[in-house]
C-alpha cells in the first residue's frame, strides 16, 4: 500500500524498537510510583507531584496504546504487532495497579481538605471536577489492597474479548461471494460493500457465507461473551453496585432512565421500521424481502473517491467555521491521520484514535462508495471532538466518554447528508443519499437498540446465574430480530439462524458494558445539534465548539446541555424516530415517482 494511503505511525514511533523502548521505560519507572504510596496525605505537594508522576507515565502509555491498536488492527495477522498489542495489555494492567492506591488515599484525606487544597495550590487548581468525580464515586472505591488486585485481573479478564476478536479477525475462513464477473472475496473489510451490491445473488451469498462461518464458531464465541459477561457482573458486585447497568452508567453520571428511555422509544417506534420495509420491497419489486436485501440499492451506486469525499465532508461541516474546516482537511489529506483502503489482514470496522501527544487517527476500509464517504465523516467527527478537546484541556480531563463522543460523530454524518440534500436534486442522488441515511439509522437505531436489549436481558441472566449457550443468544436475538423485521421480511429456516448470529458479529461492542445504547442517544443529540448549526441559530457554533473543547472537564449531560441539547429527556430521541419516519416517507415518495 503506499504510505500516502496509511496512517502516520512514525510520527508517534519511529519504529518498533523505540515502541519498546517506551515500554521498557515505563516498566522501569513504575517503582517510582510506589515512592507516593502512603504520602499522598502529606501535603497538597506531594499531591501535585503525584498527579505530574503519574501523568508521565500514563501519557507514554497512552501513545504505546494508540501505535498497537492501530498497527494490529492494520494487520491482525502479524505476529510481532499481536505481541506488542499482547505486551501493551499487560503492561497497562500493570500501571494501573502501580496507581491503584491513590484513589483510596485521596478518599481518606477527606473532600473538604482536597477543595482547600485545590484553592491554595495553583498546581491542583484544574481538579475540582475531578475530585467532584471520585466523591460521587467513592462508596465504590475499595480499599487500597482490593484497588490493586482489580487492576491486577484486569488482563486475564480481558482474555475472552482477546479470543473472540482473535476468531473473528483471524480464523474465521469465508466462502467467497458470487460477483457478477466470478468469485469475490467474503472478508471483514469487504463484507459491508458486498451487502450494497446491486446484484441479489451476490448479496444473498456474501450474506450467508458472513454468518454461516460465524454460526460454526457459535459455541466457542458464546463461551467468549459468557466470559465477557460475568466479568461484568464480577466487576460490578466488587464495586458494590446493584447491577452491572449502573456499574455502566454511574462512573458517567448517567441516569438509568437514560437507558430505558431509548428502550422504550424503541419499541414505541417499530412500526416505522416496519413501513420501511415495505417501501423497500415495493421499490425493489420483490414479492418477499430478506434480510441481504435490507441495503440492497434503489439507485445506481455513486463512486466518491476519497478525495471528493473529503471535499464533501468538508462542505458539510463548513458551518462550524474556517478553522474547522482547514483543521479536518489538513489532517485527512496531508498529516495522514486515516489508513484509508482495505488490505490484507485488515480486520473489520472503523474507528477513531488518539492520545494527548499523538494525532487523532483513523483506521478503516474505504470503498469509493456513498457509505464509505459517511464512515469517514464519522470518524472524523471523532477525531474533531479530540483534536480540539485534548489542545484544551488537561490531561486529567483529555478524554470524554461515548456519551459525548457519538454526538460529535454523528453531527458530521448529518451536517454532510444535509448539505448534500440541498445541493443536489437530482432524484437517483437523492435516493442513494437518504439511502445511506437509513443505512447509519438501520445501525443506530435497529441494531443497536437491539444489542441493547440482548445486552440487558444476558447481563440480567448472568446475575440470576442462569446459562449463556450458543443456543439461548441465539435465539434471544433472533426474536429480537424478528420482531424489527415484522412481516415484511422474510426470517425462517436457516435465515432466522442466520439473523440469530448477529450477536457474534460485534465482538467490539458487547464486551464494553453497556456501550451500544449510546449510539441511539448519540444519533438523536446529533440531530438536534445539526439542525441548531444548519439553520443559523444564534450561539449555535459557539456553544458547540465549546463542547467539544470540554471533552472530560464536565458530566456527559452538562457538556451536551453546553452544546443545546438535553439527552436526559426522551424528547431528543423521540425527535430523531420523528426525523427516521420522515426519511421514510421521502424515500416512498422518491421512489414511487420513480416506478
Not at 500493570?94 to 482536597?114: C, D, R
Not at 486475564?156 to 482477546?162: C, F, G, I, K, R
Not at 454524518?413 to 438501520?442: G, W, Y
Request: charge should be negative.
Amino acid at each position: 500500500m503506499d504510505k500516502r494511503f496509511t496512517w502516520n505511525s512514525e510520527s508517534v514511533f519511529p519504529d518498533p524498537a523505540a515502541w519498546d523502548a517506551a515500554v521498557s521505560t515505563i516498566h522501569a519507572r513504575l517503582p517510582d510510583l510506589g515512592e507516593f504510596k502512603g504520602h499522598l496525605a502529606d501535603s497538597p505537594d506531594t499531591l501535585a507531584d503525584w498527579f505530574e508522576t503519574s501523568e508521565k507515565l500514563q501519557r507514554l502509555m497512552a501513545k504505546a496504546q494508540v501505535y498497537t491498536s492501530m498497527e494490529y488492527s492494520c494487520d491482525v495477522g502479524d505476529q510481532g504487532a499481536a505481541a506488542r498489542a499482547d505486551r501493551v495489555r499487560s503492561t497497562s494492567a500493570q500501571l494501573s495497579a502501580a496507581m491503584s492506591f491513590a484513589l483510596p488515599e485521596m478518599i481518606a484525606i477527606g473532600f473538604p481538605k482536597l477543595r482547600e487544597w485545590v484553592a491554595a495550590d495553583p498546581r491542583l487548581g484544574h481538579l475540582n471536577h475531578y475530585f467532584d468525580r471520585i466523591e460521587r464515586l467513592r462508596e465504590h472505591i475499595r480499599a487500597p489492597e482490593v484497588e490493586e488486585l482489580l487492576a491486577q485481573v484486569g488482563d486475564p479478564l480481558s482474555t475472552a474479548v482477546s479470543a473472540h476478536a482473535v476468531l473473528a479477525n483471524t480464523d474465521l475462513k469465508f466462502e467467497p461471494a458470487a460477483g457478477v464477473d466470478g468469485p469475490e472475496e467474503v472478508a471483514q473489510g469487504t463484507i459491508s460493500h458486498l451487502l450494497t451490491s446491486p446484484n441479489r445473488e451476490t448479496r444473498r451469498t456474501a450474506y450467508e457465507s458472513y454468518a454461516d462461518a460465524h454460526l460454526q464458531m457459535r459455541h466457542t464465541m458464546a463461551a467468549s461473551l459468557a466470559g465477557g459477561i460475568k466479568r461484568d457482573v464480577f466487576y460490578a458486585r466488587a464495586r458494590r453496585f446493584p447491577s452491572s447497568l449502573d456499574a455502566a452508567l454511574a462512573p458517567n453520571h448517567i441516569p438509568a432512565a437514560v437507558f430505558h428511555n431509548v428502550i422504550r422509544a424503541f419499541r414505541d417506534n417499530l412500526g416505522t421500521w416496519h413501513r420501511y420495509w415495505r417501501v423497500r420491497r415495493r421499490a425493489l419489486g420483490l414479492t418477499s424481502l430478506k434480510p441481504y436485501d435490507t441495503r440492497a440499492p434503489l439507485a445506481p451506486p455513486i463512486n466518491i473517491p476519497y478525495e471528493v469525499s473529503v471535499d464533501w465532508i468538508a462542505e458539510g461541516v463548513s458551518p462550524l467555521g474556517e478553522e474547522y474546516v482547514r483543521i479536518l482537511r489538513r489532517g485527512a489529506l496531508e498529516d495522514r491521520w486515516v489508513d484509508i483502503y482495505p488490505n490484507k489482514g485488515k480486520r473489520m470496522g472503523a474507528f477513531s484514535t488518539g492520545s494527548p501527544d499523538t494525532s487523532p487517527f483513523i483506521f478503516m476500509s474505504y470503498n469509493d462508495d456513498i457509505y464509505s464517504m459517511s464512515t469517514l465523516a464519522h470518524e472524523l467527527g471523532h477525531s474533531m471532538h479530540s483534536y480540539y478537546g485534548r489542545r484544551t484541556q488537561p490531561f486529567v480531563y483529555s478524554n470524554y466518554g461515548l456519551f459525548q463522543a457519538e454526538v460529535a460523530s454523528n453531527m458530521h454524518q448529518a451536517l454532510t447528508r444535509r448539505h448534500l440534500l440541498a445541493t443536489n436534486k437530482d432524484p437517483q442522488f437523492q435516493i442513494a443519499v437518504i439511502e445511506e441515511a437509513m443505512s447509519n439509522f438501520q445501525r443506530y437505531f435497529f441494531i443497536m437498540p437491539s444489542l441493547a436489549r440482548f445486552e440487558l436481558e444476558i447481563h440480567e441472566r448472568a446475575e440470576r446465574g442462569g446459562a449463556l449457550t450458543a443456543d439461548y443468544l441465539n435465539g434471544l436475538m433472533a426474536d429480537l430480530m424478528a420482531e424489527v423485521y415484522g412481516d415484511d421480511v422474510e426470517l425462517t429456516g436457516a435465515d432466522r439462524d442466520r439473523a440469530g448470529s448477529t450477536w457474534s458479529q460485534f465482538h467490539t461492542h458487547l464486551y464494553s458494558n453497556f456501550y451500544v445504547y449510546q449510539y441511539a442517544t448519540g444519533i438523536a443529540g446529533a440531530h438536534h445539534l445539526a439542525e441548531r448549526v444548519g439553520s443559523g441559530q444564534h450561539g449555535a457554533v459557539d456553544d458547540y465548539i465549546a463542547f467539544l473543547k470540554s471533552a472530560g472537564s464536565m458530566y456527559p449531560l452538562d457538556g451536551l446541555k453546553l452544546a443545546g441539547v438535553d439527552m436526559a429527556s426522551p424528547e431528543p430521541v423521540q425527535a430523531a424516530f420523528a426525523t427516521l419516519a420522515d426519511m421514510v416517507t421521502r424515500l416512498e415518495e422518491l421512489t414511487a415517482a420513480k416506478s
